[in-house]
């Protein structure tokens, strides 16, 4: 499974449905691959659920790579 965790991006998305921020390191990947991303919003009462699973996966991240 590949993972974009905070600026970091996994070398590779493979192509599917993604439930993943807009962030600097997606657009980075997706401008160096063949793929046609469509984005969507997200509700106003799924934010603090989406934010919140984005920031914690970061951290993860950090704590296991420390």
Do not use: C
């Amino acid at each position: 499974m590949n993972n974009f965790i905070g600026e970091g991006a996994a070398d590779q998305l493979p192509e599917g449905l993604h439930e993943l921020l807009n962030t600097d390191a997606l657009g980075k990947l997706l401008n160096e691959s063949e793929l046609q991303p469509i984005f969507e919003d997200i509700d106003i009462e799924d934010t603090a659920d989406a934010l919140s699973r984005h920031i914690a996966t970061a951290v993860r991240q950090a704590i296991a790579e420390a």
